[in-house]
């Protein structure tokens, strides 16, 4: 059986617990947390970590050099550093409204890329 | 508008003086100004391209730049009026206010009201005193997070991070992220000084080391940082001799706390608190000068910008009303004091007219503590933290018993057992 430690975030208290996990990879055990919203939250952490990707791209404006940009979903945590990879060769073109698509389905993840600032001329 | 028809002046456009102003607006003053030194609207939030803002204020997590468009928006709605790359210079005592820029020159104000929303900085080496010679390559956090997020830098390619605040645990991921390799964090507390959430999607989704109980003694490097010697050190946050091990590196960025910024303040002659570092303010955020009002990071750091957003719009609806009545009435007379574990409370005196909420900052870390506030408050928590502000409603019709009897709170921190 192969255990997994996980930090909860939900409160200051940052509980660390630990999964036990079966050979079907399903969770087993849990130990360490304090309360059903920690209990869940790291259930979830295990299946599926994911986080919303913050970056910039490059603009063809030398006065504003960077567009900032997320996803406008989480992504798996894995996915992140191949997604700041992804994103070097793309440079926005003014105008781009905030909200604005700047690639669909970033890595297959089912996530686009949007703007999150306005780039006007 | 005539400079001379100004109801509510708000200095600052950040996320406390762009709520503030909004709010003034709402509550009815006509001629709301903002004055802002920047050439456009929003303060640091443009730099702060990460998500997390606004999961209370909008419940929706958002990033900087968009949290602050929804402000734009509405400053712009609401016919606000804003000078940009307008700096204030000057606030007298009695309101009057200088600020200068190139197109108008020097402009002289005089406010019904005032709201203060400048803002907090960051500390920086010449606060910390690291011995060792003066190369390029030492940063604060927050101008690295400008070079990187905004002006489109890499401030260097071999990172050291000295303080596990919480900007500097961001700037980690995001040079983790555009490929430069993040050493070391260095923490001289035992614990991280950020947010949990920081600490685990900054640091440990990048496996970037963390080094708590050591710190910075020396920088060295002529031109350019070369290395940075690093120590353990002992319970008086002293280095400890034979623990001393250099890390090659090229930069140092420094995430070692804020500061409110009150310049302005201290010229206007308001009472300053230096346990929050900001003025002393009533529930209603008015300092100790009459109609000038103060609100977010510039009277004591917030841990989340919703905050600084909610507490700003307290400031700016009183001063609306101040700038229609021209009379708020009696100020509190309550006054809130740091007792055992508490480094610092805010607001620092109520009436005990209104509900208010309370900003408890903690001095360190404890487990199993209940605060106690005077006897109208008392609460048991697992674990009390600096990073952590505790918030604490108190209600009007509980404060109200203390009226004419009590003028002073102690709020304090003390070990208690819980019950398993």
Redesign the interface.
């Known amino acids: 059986m192969i255990e997994e430690k996980i ?1 909860c ?1 939900g ?4 509980c660390e617990t630990t999964l036990k996990i079966g050979d079907q990879a399903e969770v087993v055990k849990i130990t360490g947390y ?1 309360c059903k919203e920690g209990r869940q939250y790291v259930v979830e952490e295990y299946r599926s970590p994911v ?2 990707f ?3 791209i ?1 603009t063809e404006k030398s006065a504003r ?2 567009l ?1 940009v ?1 996803t406008d979903r989480p992504i798996l ?1 894995s996915k ?2 191949e997604a ?1 990879l992804t994103l070097v060769r793309f440079k926005a073109k003014s105008p781009v409204r ?1 909200g604005q698509v700047i690639l669909p389905n970033i890595l297959n993840t089912g996530a686009d890329v949007i703007a ?3 780039l006007l001329d | 508008m005539k400079y001379s028809d100004v109801d509510v002046a708000v200095i600052g456009s950040g996320p406390a003086g762009m709520a503030a102003a909004i709010k003034a607006k709402e509550e009815g003053a006509e001629h709301v100004l903002i004055l802002e030194r920047q050439e456009q609207l929003g303060g640091l939030l443009h730099q702060c391209v990460h998500n997390g803002f606004g999961l209370l204020y909008f419940g929706q997590d958002l990033t900087g730049p968009e949290y602050a468009h929804r402000f734009v928006e509405k400053v712009r709605d609401l016919g606000i009026e804003v000078l940009l790359e307008t700096m204030v210079i000057r606030i007298s005592g009695d309101r009057k206010l200088t600020a200068a820029n190139s197109r108008e020159g020097t402009i002289f104000l005089r406010p019904k009201s005032i709201v203060l929303a400048m803002g907090c900085r960051e500390r920086s080496r010449g606060q910390l005193s690291i011995p060792g010679t003066r190369p390029a390559g030492i940063f604060t956090a927050g101008t690295a997070q400008r070079l990187v997020n905004v002006e489109g830098f890499i401030p260097g390619r071999k990172v050291v991070i000295l303080g596990s605040g919480d900007i500097g645990m961001i700037m980690a991921r995001r040079l983790t992220l555009e490929g430069v390799e993040v050493k070391a964090v260095v923490e001289i507390l035992p614990y991280i000084g950020g947010l949990i959430r920081n600490e685990v999607q900054c640091l440990y989704d990048f496996h970037i080391p963390i080094l708590l109980e050591h710190t910075v003694i020396q920088i060295h490097g002529e031109q350019r940082v070369k290395a940075v010697t690093i120590a353990k050190v002992d319970k008086n946050k002293r280095p400890v001799d034979g623990t001393e091990q250099n890390i090659e590196c090229d930069t140092l960025l420094l995430s070692v706390g804020l500061i409110p910024e009150n310049e302005l303040s201290r010229m206007a002659g308001v009472d300053l608190d230096p346990l929050a570092g900001g003025p002393v303010v009533d529930e209603r955020r008015e300092t100790s000068i009459p109609g000038i009002f103060a609100g977010g990071n510039v009277v004591h750091v917030h841990d989340l910008v919703d905050d600084v957003s909610w507490e700003a719009e307290i400031a700016g609806a009183w001063a609306a009303k101040l700038a229609q009545k021209g009379d708020l009435g009696k100020k509190g007379k309550i006054i809130l004091r740091p007792g055992r574990n508490i480094r610092s409370i805010v607001p620092q005196t109520i009436s005990g007219q209104n509900d208010v909420t309370l900003y408890i900052r903690i001095k360190e870390m404890e487990e199993k503590v209940q605060l106690r506030i005077g006897a109208i408050y008392n609460q048991a928590f697992r674990v009390v933290k600096p990073s952590e502000i505790i918030k604490v409603n108190l209600l009007q019709k509980e404060l109200n018993s203390l009226r004419g009897k009590t003028t002073e709170l102690i709020a304090e921190c003390e070990p208690f057992d819980l019950p398993a």
């Open positions: 930090i975030i409160c200051p208290l940052g304090k986080r919303i913050t970056a910039t490059l050099p960077l900032p997320r945590k992140l550093k700041a905030i999150t600032d306005d």
